[in-house]
């Protein structure tokens, strides 16, 4: 493969989203890997009811539904699932590990689709082809001489179903033990751990139907046109329905200046929807310090709903004491308090407020305080449990919050004696590993064995060299996959490639074709049907791979065979032992059903008193040298999570190549660089390790003063295994201090 140079053209960013050019980007990437038939048989299935649920995030359908319930890059996610390119046991034995390793994470996902269960020996440089047996029988032998269960890492990534996830971590706890990482760890933790102690669940508590009757949707640390692309019609329609709309964001993001819907006239021919209100360009990290004094200023006004305080909440009165210190508020946000004051005054005005975030808002050191303070302005107005208001965290894999729902976590879920009844087992009681924590014990030779059930742990997790470094000391990892990433060629000492079917894909087993299912970010759980002929007859579905590896470890006392010859049985099982699915499969019919929410449903509260929790969290201000900056990660717009489909990030007017630095004018000017200029970026953290990420191009870019944006995971080299954020232990992948020098590629040229 001819590797390309990053060497990428730069103009104006984008002042609208979607629109033509993106129905026709979406349908080039959807009509060429798979080819046209393929392709279209694949499209006109995306989100249907009788279809499969788009990989390409977790945001939820409506009720009634078009020929096209699909956006931009859920055609690429598709494409690049129904892709006719093979990563196959030739193309193994063409390229090395070694060679592999220097490609670029780009390069590796066009290999194709991996087509054959595949071996990397102890020694070997090369993968080989293995059979199905040979495999799980290396995978049980490993797993078996482990002097402790603890010494095995069973990692989850979120485009697994419901079915898969029940029985991966029923597999885990049977063996012996939690350690059950996931993605949910790497971001949206913070999110989880902030809800369930301020409203006794982790989860948003806001319909679709809520969004669009909002009267205020504030949209902080998102970037839906990107992201969550379908979430834009959403916001439209709340717009059309009298909704005002407040962006809080570091960097403008063209989804949330203009929306031009391909599917309306106005969309197509005429000028699009202008959705935002107002923008915030509030400073990385700042957003506590926002949030808090949006506080402040309504308990000024009095726009406060004394009632529901008084009969549904604790702690008000220690959270009102608290003294806003105005200062500290202008340092950390960047803003003016004149400025505030026009958000507060948005809130103070809204009958029904929504507040959605996202990654932006959970990869900070205080992103746990970050959100409980947004907890305390929607409980100051009452705005939880009534139509059209409430807290909306915005999840990116399609079932990572279903994944969780099954007990994919690393501590025992609530349900654990239900499930030891049901099986008949006995399930540890100590919490296992979480990402970070199975990084370092990989790092520390205390982890063993890793089994990657989808996902890209190498390129996804903090710290690259010492995860990277972590994986390949492993005495054994396994990766269940689609498609080739970095994770397959940073392997350990031997290594399996375990290829499963795709969410786009039939599913055939002894009882006919199957159907899986997927919970979004608002609790609606549906069935998700494939359709596409499998891109190999050698794949396994994730639900018979786990099934058979649990049959080979643990023998017939878990009844594996059954499971994987009809998954309605898995489904009895989850409906017996996980609360809310009872007469799972009669409600999996049709659209589906939403899963209870105490606070959304009944305003009640899952909590130790039975009542929200207003909390006092001590502001935190980031301390930046003047000489440094602070960076965030972010995607382009041609990738999803690791996966990259392409080098172009239209929006922001970045044409082929990745390895950029967005920087404020003012900043390049106060720094001595320009425009266009190449530099190293290296993170400075309280261990004194200096982590270098090299050779990026200067782009001016209207970023808030003092901040800097760059992609993962070409930034994740920059940020520490420890600097996690409090309470979640979610990587700091948003607040990194860095500087910036010019590239040492060019200081050698000179």
Known sequence: MAHHEDDPEVSAPAKDAAGVQGVWTGMRYALGKPGVARGSRAMLRINQVDGFDCPGCAWPEPAQRGHFEFCENGAKAVAEEATKHRADPAFFAQHSLSELATWTDYELGRAGRISQPMVRREGSDHYEAISWGDAFAIVADNLRRLDDPNEALFYTSGRTSNEAAFLYQLLARAYGTNNLPDCSNMCHESSSVALSETIGIGKGSVTLDDIHNAGLLVIVGQNPGTNHPRMLTALEKAKRNGAQILAINPMPEAGLLNFKNPQTPRGVIGGGTHLADAFLPVRMGGDQALFAAIGALLRERGAVDHEFIAHSTTGYDEYAAGQLDWDQVTKATGLTREEISVAADMFADSPATIVCWAMGLTQHRDSVPTIKEIVNVQLLRGMIGLPGAGLCPVRGHSNVQGDRTMGIWEVPPPWTDALEREFDISVPREPGFHTVDAIRAMRDGRAKVFIGMGGNFASSSPDSEVTQAGLQQCELTVQISTTLNRSHVTAGRTALILPTKGRTERDTQAAGDQVVTVEDSMSCVHASRGRLEPASPFLLSEV???????????????????????????????????????????????????????????????????????????????????????????????????????????????????????????????????????????????????????????????????????????????????????????????????????????????
């Open 544 to 750: 018979a791979i786990v099934s058979r590896l649990g049959h080979e470890l643990l023998g017939d006392h878990i009844p594996w065979r059954i499971f994987t010859e009809d998954y309605r049985s898995i489904r009895e099982r989850i409906a017996r032992v996980v609360p809310g699915f009872a007469d799972y499969e009669r409600r999996i019919r049709g659209i589906g059903f939403t899963l209870p929410h105490p606070p959304r449903d009944t305003r009640s509260f899952d909590t130790t008193d039975g009542k929200a929790h207003f909390t006092a969290n001590t502001l935190s201000v980031i301390d930046v040298p003047d000489d440094r900056l602070l960076l965030q990660s972010l995607r382009s717009h041609d990738q999803y999570n690791t996966t990259i489909y392409g080098l172009d990030d239209r929006y922001r007017g970045i044409k082929q190549g990745r390895r950029v630095v967005f920087m404020h004018p003012d900043d390049v000017a106060a720094h001595g660089l320009t425009d266009g200029q190449r530099v190293d970026l290296i993170s400075e953290w309280k261990d004194r390790v200096d982590r270098r990420a090299e050779n990026f191009r200067v782009v001016s870019y209207p970023i808030a003063r003092g901040c800097v944006a760059t992609y993962f995971p070409e930034a994740n080299a920059l940020v520490p295994l420890d600097h996690t954020a409090k309470g979640s232990h979610t990587p700091v992948s948003k607040s990194v201090v860095v500087r910036v020098e010019p590239a040492a590629v060019e200081v050698a040229a000179r």
